[in-house]
């Protein structure tokens, strides 16, 4: 039996892109799923595509996940539906690019709530029940831009930095007690990521199968973290760690800045 099979994941940033990806591969894997996103009709539509093709049941939450209070109320939503969280998959986030003085304010504290501080209410909120089943798996979206600064997307990759330490500090704190984290660091990958932060998609990109795909491998193999593709995970996971910070964030520099 699938390590999957029979369990529920509950799956924010699930309209879309690696979210949606998720569901679809752990429904194939016999997942039971809750899909949580702002857009009702996509996650509805989702539902429906994964309910006729799967013989396992999803459920959907619309919701905003940057106002405070988001988590608790995702929580009782789930609660109301009979239903435990046994993988937890915090995805969603995006970022904002350009000059930061010409990045809008409320649209980077948006994106600190929903990048850091709502992930983190949700490991608060679920961790307790998964201890005291002991057992539990956790994924958070972290980035490659999360192991050095990157500027022009300086509060994003700060943001993923931030996501990144977290989970590694809960994979060691939980690793005996029953709980897996994994830190999922993808390079770019092809979904609508680079059209809302308004920035050029690059040419070296992954697909959300490629990444999801490995994330799930690095989850049963009790990873920490895991970049997805050699070539990211040369230049994200070995090169800041053998240059000057300074030097990677220069480089870095060069490669983000804006055009215009
Ligand atoms: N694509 C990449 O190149 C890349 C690389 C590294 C890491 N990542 C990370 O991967 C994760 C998924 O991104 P993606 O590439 O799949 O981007 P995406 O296609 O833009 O999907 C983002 C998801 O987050 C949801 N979302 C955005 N704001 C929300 C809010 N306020 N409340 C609830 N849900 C919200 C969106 O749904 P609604 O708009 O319907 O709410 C959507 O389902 C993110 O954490 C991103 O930082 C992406």
Not at 184 to 193: M, R, V
Not at 208 to 221: I, N, Q, S
Request: net charge positive.
């Amino acid at each position: 039996m699938s390590f999957y099979q029979g369990q529920t994941a509950l799956i924010t940033g699930a309209s879309g892109g690696l979210g949606a990806t998720f569901a679809q591969e752990l429904a194939a894997r016999g997942t039971n799923t809750i899909l949580v996103a702002r857009s009702a009709d996509k996650l509805q539509a989702l539902a429906a595509e994964l309910t006729a093709k799967y013989q396992q049941r999803n459920d959907i939450i619309a919701l905003d996940l940057v106002p405070s209070g988001a988590a608790s109320n995702l929580a009782s939503k789930v609660a109301d539906l009979g239903l435990q969280v046994d993988i937890l998959i915090n995805n969603a986030g995006f970022a904002t690019y350009g000059n930061f003085e010409t990045t809008e304010p409320q649209r980077d504290r948006d994106q600190v709530l929903l990048n850091i501080a709502t992930l983190v209410d949700l490991c608060h909120i679920f961790i307790p029940q998964m201890l005291e089943r002991k057992s539990g798996s956790i994924i958070n979206l972290a980035s490659v831009v999360g192991f050095q600064p990157v500027p022009y997307m300086t509060v994003y990759a700060a943001s993923k930095a931030f996501v990144l330490s977290f989970s590694e500090g809960l994979w060691a704190e939980y690793s005996d007690r029953g709980i897996r984290v994994l830190a999922l660091c993808p390079g770019a990958t092809a979904t609508s990521f680079h059209e809302v932060a308004g920035q050029p998609v690059p040419d070296r990109i992954s697909t959300p199968a490629e990444v999801v795909k490995t994330g799930l491998k690095a989850l049963e193999r009790q990873q920490s973290y895991v970049i997805p593709g050699w070539m990211n995970f040369f230049l994200s996971g070995i090169v800041p760690r053998l240059l000057p910070r300074k030097m990677t964030t220069l480089v870095a520099k060069g490669m983000m800045k804006p055009k215009s």
